[in-house]
């Protein structure tokens, strides 16, 4: 895992809340930013977090890398803590969050949660902002979500980088899920990430990383083999979206999970575009087959139970 310069504090979490980034100068007395606020259920978590690393003091800023539940599901908890706190999201959905438009900032469609927030400012691509010791350009980077922006601080070549690269891999790519094309903005994303040139990444998921190269290598591949083959991007969209919901609840009767993804007009959508060939039943049972051959839930009597 590489070093982190001083004054960033990354509190790695799992998949079901994203990564937060702690962003204060080196001596830690100026204001402090966070960077995403994880998934709603580990909201506490995420409070006790902050407060520990700030030692009682007052988070001043508070940014979102894009506006999915597990990255801004820890946003209303902070602001109802920290009440001064200034909350910066991308421009791209504003109005939605403004109007808290649940189809919009996808928490209907995924069927996920998402407490109301407010925000107060935007992060414009191609803007400088002063976070903790650094300075960070915020970029567009749209494919995993059309309005996802990346932070760069090019003195320290630190790449904030979302969903839009992983160690292995990136964001399931949501527009595609509607029906609209998006992998082509994936690569110029990717792209867009090798012209940064970050010595180092921080993933909206799993460890901080300094082997961009490989790392971009394997997101082209992955990349490459959804756009020769989009059906298998879709299997791959509905099995996150079904583990997501397991990891949410940890345990749920299995008839209660497919009547879940039933009424989910992801599933819905994924379905009628890709798995006509199965009715919708039989479709669900097969995912959930498949997260048990992979190990990713298992049965105990009629629950299905994460793993
Ligand atoms: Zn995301």
Not at 70 to 90: E, F, K, M, S
Not at 223 to 247: E, I, M, N, Q, T
């Amino acid at each position: 895992m590489p070093c982190l310069p001083a004054g960033v504090v990354l509190f790695e979490r799992g998949w079901l809340s994203s990564n937060n980034l702690l962003l204060t100068d080196l001596r830690g007395t100026g204001p402090a930013a966070l960077v995403d606020s994880g998934y709603c259920t580990h909201a506490a978590q995420t409070l006790a977090l902050v407060d520990q690393a700030l030692d009682g003091a007052p988070l001043d800023r508070l940014l979102n890398t894009h506006l999915h539940s597990d990255h801004c599901g820890g946003n209303a908890a902070l602001q109802q803590r920290y009440p001064a706190l200034q909350t910066a999201i991308p421009p791209g959905q504003a109005q939605a969050v403004r109007d808290w438009d649940a189809h919009a900032l996808s928490y209907a469609p995924t069927g996920q949660l998402c407490p109301r927030f407010h925000f107060d400012s935007l992060l414009q691509p191609g803007q400088e902002v002063a976070l903790g010791a650094g300075h960070w350009q915020v970029h567009a980077a749209p494919g995993h979500d059309p309005h996802a922006v990346l932070l760069f601080e090019p003195s320290w070549r630190l790449l904030v980088a979302g969903d839009a690269l992983w160690h292995n891999g990136f964001g399931v790519v949501f527009p595609e899920l509607e029906g609209a094309s998006a992998f082509a903005e994936v690569g110029a994303s990717l792209d867009l990430i090798e012209r940064l040139a970050p010595a180092t990444v921080v993933p909206g998921h799993g460890g901080a990383f300094d082997d961009v190269g490989p790392a971009l290598e394997r997101a082209r591949r992955r990349l490459d083999g959804f756009v020769a083959a989009p059906r298998k991007h879709a299997l791959y969209a509905a099995k996150v979206l079904l583990k997501f919901k397991l990891l949410e609840l940890q345990s749920i009767p299995e008839a209660e999970l497919l009547a879940w993804a039933r009424r989910t007009p992801y599933f819905q959508t994924l379905h009628a575009r890709h798995f006509t060939d199965a009715p919708m039943d039989a479709w669900g049972l097969a995912l959930v087959e498949d997260l048990l051959r992979s190990g990713a839930a298992a049965r105990e009597g009629t629950l299905l139970v994460n793993r």
